[in-house]
């Protein structure tokens, strides 16, 4: 899957090196704003569903990212958080 973002949104990058901070959260309205950004959907999400989940999941391992750990916001009732998890692999060359 390409993923190719329109003009003005950019997804979190993965570290190209070893970092003190391997995580990075990316709140609901981020992940619906990248999501609704680049599937061009005909009705625009509020909230994370599983199709967004899916899609963002498969981006941020596109990206780089290892693993993509999901969470309930505290302070939405409906929404889900990501946090993009990064781990460094050193080069057997």
């Known amino acids: 899957m390409s ?3 329109r003009p003005g949104y950019g ?15 990316v709140p ?11 599937t ?4 625009d999400l509020r909230n994370v569903n599983k199709a967004a989940k ?3 999941t498969a981006a941020a391992k596109d990206r780089g990212w290892t693993q993509v750990k ?11 958080a990501a946090l993009l998890v990064y781990k460094y692999q050193e080069s057997s060359e």
């Open 3 to 5: 993923i190719q973002p």
């Open 70 to 80: 999901w969470y309930l916001e505290h302070d939405r009732p409906r929404g889900l």
């Open 54 to 56: 899916a899609w963002f």
């Open 40 to 43: 061009g959907a005909k009705r």
């Open 28 to 38: 609901n309205d981020r992940i619906v704003e990248f999501y609704n950004a680049v």
């Open 11 to 25: 997804f979190p990058e993965a570290p190209k090196e070893k970092t003190d901070q391997p995580c990075l959260i």
